[in-house]
C-alpha cells in the first residue's frame, strides 16, 4: 500500500520559515511524481509545487514560486517543503500526495495517493 505522511507543521509568526517533511511508502520515487498542496479554512485545496525525479524537475506555482523550495532526499523517500517569509495567508493543512506516473503535468487536477495532512498556522 501506498502511504504518506506529512509532518512539521507547528504556529509560527509571521516572517518566519518551517520546513514540512512527507515520508512516503510503498512507492519509488524515482518512478512517481509528488506534489504539495494546502487548503486554507473556507478555501478549496490548491497545489503548491510538484517534483519529478524521473525528470529531474519541480514545478511551482507562481505565486510561491521563490519562496516556497520543494527538495527530495530519495534514500529516504522523502519530499521537504522549505516555506520561508510565511505569511498569515499561507495559514492552511499542507497535504502531500503522490501520481502513479512520474509526470507532473496538471498535478493541481488531480493526483493518484493522498496524505494526511499537517496544520501550518502562522499569526500576524
Known amino acids: 500500500d501506498v502511504q504518506l505522511q506529512a509532518s512539521g507543521g507547528g504556529l509560527v509568526q509571521a516572517g518566519e520559515s518551517l520546513r514540512l517533511s512527507c515520508v512516503a511508502s510503498?512507492?519509488?520515487?524515482?518512478?512517481?511524481?509528488i506534489g504539495w498542496f494546502r487548503q486554507a479554512p473556507g478555501k478549496e485545496r490548491e497545489g503548491v509545487g510538484c517534483f519529478s525525479s524521473a525528470r529531474g524537475s519541480t514545478d511551482y506555482v507562481d505565486r510561491l514560486k521563490g519562496r516556497f523550495i520543494i527538495e527530495s532526499d530519495n534514500a529516504k523517500n522523502t519530499l521537504y517543503l522549505q516555506m520561508n517569509s510565511l505569511k498569515p495567508d499561507d495559514t492552511a493543512v499542507y497535504y502531500c500526495?503522490?501520481?502513479?506516473?512520474?509526470?507532473?503535468?496538471?498535478?493541481?487536477?488531480?493526483?493518484?495517493?493522498w496524505g494526511e495532512g499537517t496544520q501550518v498556522t502562522v499569526s500576524s
Open positions: 500526495a503522490a501520481r502513479k506516473n512520474p509526470y507532473c503535468f496538471g498535478y493541481e487536477e488531480y493526483m493518484d495517493y
Open positions: 510503498g512507492l519509488s520515487f524515482d518512478e512517481r511524481a
